[in-house]
C-alpha cells in the first residue's frame, strides 16, 4: 500500500497548527510536512518536518510536492474576512490563485486528495438566516465571501471535469486557546475568553444580540480529517458541506463566561465588522454532513466555555 505524505499549507495559522498536531499522530510526525510563509509557530517546532513555502509560487510548490511524494494536500493559508476588506485585491488574488496553483497541480500530479476550507461568509444578507440550507441564494457581500464561493465552484469544477478529490466544509467562527484567530469578523469569541481572564472586562466589537454560528476547534480539527477520511462514495457535495456546532450571540457568550468569572463586565462598541456580521447567517443546517459521512458536533457553548476557561 502506498504511504500517505501530507503537506499543510498554512500551518502556522489559527486551524493549521492544531491540524497539523492532529494529523502527525494520525500519520506519524515524518509523514506530515507543514509549511508556511511564517516562522515556524512554537508548538510545531520539534514535531516534524517544516518548509517555508510561499503558495504563491507555483512552480516551487510544483517541486516541493515531487520532492516530498506528497499524496495529500491541506491548503489553509487564506486572508480572512476582516483583513481582506482592508485590502480586497489582495485578498482575491491570494485566495483564488494559491487554491487554483494547487488543483492544477493535483491533476497533473494525480495528488489523492485536497483539502480546501470554505466558509459561512459565502453566503449573504439575501440567504436565509436561520438554519441556513446547504442550497440557497448565495450572494456574498465581502471579498473574503466571493473568493470562498468562487473556490467551491473551482473545487467542484476541478472535480468534476478532472477528477481530482477535492473535499471543503464551510467552517462557522472557530474558537480556540492554542493559536490565535487571523483577522475574522468572529474572532471576538476567541478575544473575549483571553479578556475575562486577564482584565474581567471585555468590549465587544459585535452588538450583544449578534447570533452567529460558531465551533470550538477540537470538533472542527475532528470534522476536518473525518471528511478527509471519508470513503469517496459517500461525498456528494464537491463545493463545500455546511458545518455547524452551535450559535450563540456576545450576550450569551459573556453570560456563560460569568458563571466561571462572577465580575466579568462586557460592553458593547460594534465597529466595520458588524456589517460584515449582519450579512452572515444566524445558525446553519449540516444534516448533509451528517447524512453523508455520519458528522456529530461534541460541544455546546457551556462545555466549550468550561474548557477555554481551564487552558486559556
Known sequence: MKKDKILVIGACGQIGVELTLALRKMYGDANVVASDLREEHELLKGTGPYVSLDVMNKEMLHVLIIRH???????????LSATGEKNPLLAWHINMQSLLNVLDIAKEENIDKVYWPSSIAVFGPNSPMQDTPQHTIIEPTTIYGISKFAGERWCEYYNHRYGVDVRSLRYPGLISYKSAPGGGTTDYAVEIFHEAKENKK?????????????????????????????DASKISVRSAYNLSAMSFSPKEIAAEIKKHIPEFAISYEPDYRQQIADGWPNSMDDSLARADWGWKHEYDLEKMTADMLKNI
Open 69 to 79: 511524494n506528497i499524496t495529500q494536500v491541506y491548503l489553509l493559508a487564506a486572508i
Open 202 to 230: 471585555y468590549t465587544s466589537f459585535l452588538s450583544e444580540n449578534t447570533y452567529l454560528p460558531m465551533m470550538y476547534m477540537p470538533d472542527a480539527i475532528r470534522a476536518t480529517i473525518e471528511l478527509m477520511e471519508a
